[in-house]
């Protein structure tokens, strides 16, 4: 049977460090029916100067003024030619066989509309952490987001659920296009390899503003899927138990250390010498 077309859909704001890397990480696939679409997202001279540079029949690029990440990912879903989307950010890049593994468990699964992995988020440093999502049901997304936002997925799914959602400017439009997909019956596998390389950029670190923007993102999500929410409402309840759980054990991991008893120690004059002065 012929390898099906994979459509690689490539957003690109401002990434001209980092766009080749992405690019050459899906040229470097094991699988070879591919097509890569970049959107340029109203980019800089520098970036557009680097897009120039990427000359491959199988690469097309796109220019539109700056619009966001989910209307430049709905861009170029709209024109891709294959039944199955990759969506990649141009500072991120997969391993070699992520495209392979992806497509023989969409071919195998009829239920399963979308496919990730697990992941290492890295620096300039180099890795910093993992990243394992869990995949599953509707009821399984309601926490958090149990996919990566660089994920394979059936062309179909996009269409069922229109596409992502162009009011979600500064984040979460993964989350609620992973909610939307669920939700309309599809279920969500992770491949339990790290196929995934997540880049850390200096701006990734929310301030003060982004964390108040956040809870006006999650409002949304969650009265947009409010239907959905209601009917799982248990689930959440046994979900936040455990992530309270889990905190708590890591916690005790943390005062267990010689570090933090060092510095407890170390405080315990200041802390009575407070508690004197409030007398």
């Not at 890049?93 to 990730?116: A, D, H, M």
């Not at 984040?171 to 992973?178: A, I, L, Q, S, V």
């Not at 491949?191 to 949304?220: G, H, Q, T, V, W």
Request: one cysteine or more; glycine letters at 6%.
């Amino acid at each position: 049977m012929e390898d099906p077309l994979v459509s690689v859909v490539i957003p690109c704001y401002n990434d001209y460090l980092y766009i080749q890397e992405a690019v050459d990480s899906i040229f470097k696939q094991t699988y070879e029916n591919i097509e890569i679409i970049i959107i340029d997202d109203g980019s800089n001279n520098k970036t557009k100067n680097v897009l120039k540079e990427l000359k491959n029949d199988n690469l097309a690029i796109v220019t539109q003024e700056n619009s966001g990440p989910s209307a430049a990912r709905n861009r170029g879903i709209s024109i891709a030619n294959g039944d199955f989307i990759l969506t990649l950010d141009a500072d991120d890049f997969f391993q070699p066989t992520f495209i392979r593994k992806s497509i023989e468990v969409l071919r195998k699964s009829p239920k399963v509309g979308l496919v990730s992995s697990y992941a290492y988020y890295f620096s300039e440093n180099g890795i910093e952490g993992e990243i394992k999502p869990a995949g599953g049901k509707s009821g399984d997304f309601l926490q958090e987001n149990n996919a990566l936002a660089s994920s394979m997925y059936r062309k179909e799914c996009w269409e069922e659920v229109s596409g992502y959602d162009e009011n979600l400017l500064k984040g979460y439009e993964d989350w609620d296009f992973n909610i939307s997909v669920t939700k309309a019956g599809w279920e969500v596998t992770i491949i339990e390899e790290f196929l995934f390389n997540y880049r850390l950029k200096p701006n990734s670190r929310n301030n003060r503003a982004d964390d108040i923007y956040r809870y006006e993102l999650l409002k949304y999500i969650y009265l947009k899927h409010g239907d959905v929410f209601k009917d799982n409402y248990e689930n959440m309840i046994v979900q936040l138990v455990s992530r309270m759980e889990k905190c708590e054990k890591e916690k005790l991991k943390i005062k267990n250390t010689r570090t933090y008893r060092l510095g407890n120690f170390l405080l315990y004059p200041l802390k009575s010498i407070a508690i004197l002065l409030r007398n």
